[in-house]
C-alpha cells in the first residue's frame, strides 16, 4: 500500500498572522512563511485558493511556484481569475489588458509578470491533462469579516477558477480538482454543480478539493445530485453507475477550518467518489503562521 497525502489550503495571498487572527507584516523574504507552511504540510497533491502572482502587497513573489518548490511538486497550474491590483473596499482594479483566463506553470516562471490572482493545483505525482476553467462574479457582494478590521466590510464577488489534473497514481488514473468558489450564497452552489459538470468526461475516482464556502452536507449534496456524472460511452456509464452506487460522493474529511486561530465552521472540503472509505487515513487541519484558513490535510491508502 502507498499512502497518498491530499491538501487544500486557502493561502489570504500569504498573509502572516499574529495568534490572535490579526495580520501580521511579511519578513524580508515574503515568500518564507509560505514556503515553511506548504513544506510543513508534505503533501503530494495540493489544491491552493486566493494565491497572489507579482502582488506588491505579497512582496511580488510568484507564490506557485514558491510552493511547488516548498513541497516538491513535479508539475503545477495557477489559473489566474483575474489580472490587476487589490482595491481596498472596492474589489479589484482589473488590467484591461488582460480580462481573461490565463494559466502559468512551470515553464512560464519569467513570462507575463502583470500582477494576477487566482487558484493554483500542484502535484508530485505524473499529470495526464490539465484543464482549467473560469467563474464570473455574482453581481453584488455580502458584508464580511475581514481579517484587521472590525465588524463586517462590504465585499464584492470577485472572479473564480478552477483547475482539474489527471494524475497518474499508484492505483492507475484519477481527477484531482482544484476550486474556489464564490461566497455569494447560491452563486457558490451553481459553480459546484457547473464543475460537477464539466468534470464528467474526465477518469474517476474524482476528489473535488478547495474553499467552496459552503458548509455541513451542501457541497456533497450539489455534487451527488441527480445526472451528478454523465459518459458518453455505454460502457463507462455503466462503469461508472456502478461505483456510484457502491460509492456515492462523501466528504473525507469533517473538521473546522475557518478561521485559523479558533476554527468554527468548515468552508475547506475534500469530496471524493470512487474513493472507498476504508482506504481514508488521517485527517488534520493544522495551525500555519499563514492566513486565516487552516489546511486541510487527508491521507489515502491506494
Known sequence: MTTLRIATYNLLHGQPLAPDGSPAPFPAEPGAPLADAVASLDADVLALQEV??????SGRTDQAAVAAKAMGAAD?????????????GAGWLADPARPG??????????????????TALLTRLPVLHWRARRFAPAPFGLPLRVA?????TPVPDEPRAA???????????????????????????????????????????????????LIGAVPRTVLGSAHAI????????VRTARRTRLQGWYDLARTP????????????????????????????????????????VVDIEV
Open 257 to 296: 477550518t475557518y478561521p485559523s486561530h479558533r476554527p468554527t465552521v468548515q468552508f475547506d472540503h475534500i469530496l471524493g467518489i470512487g474513493v472507498p472509505r476504508s482506504t481514508v487515513g488521517s485527517v488534520a487541519a493544522p495551525r500555519t503562521p499563514v492566513s486565516d484558513h487552516r489546511p486541510l
Open 101 to 118: 483566463l490565463a494559466v502559468y506553470g512551470p515553464g512560464d516562471l519569467a513570462d507575463d509578470s502583470r500582477p494576477s490572482y487566482g
Open 163 to 213: 483547475l482539474a489534473a489527471v494524475l497518474a497514481g499508484p492505483g492507475g488514473e484519477f481527477t484531482v480538482v482544484a476550486a474556489h468558489l464564490s461566497f455569494v450564497p447560491g452563486w457558490n452552489v451553481g459553480q459546484l454543480a457547473a464543475i460537477r459538470r464539466w468534470i464528467a468526461d474526465l477518469p474517476q475516482p474524482y476528489l473535488v478539493l478547495g474553499d467552496f464556502n
Open 148 to 152: 484587521g478590521r472590525r465588524g463586517l
Open 52 to 57: 497572489d502572482r507579482y502582488q506588491e502587497r
Open 230 to 237: 454523465q459518459r458518453t460511452a455505454r460502457r463507462e456509464r
Open 76 to 88: 503545477w497550474r495557477f489559473a489566474a481569475a483575474l489580472h490587476g491590483t487589490p482595491a481596498p
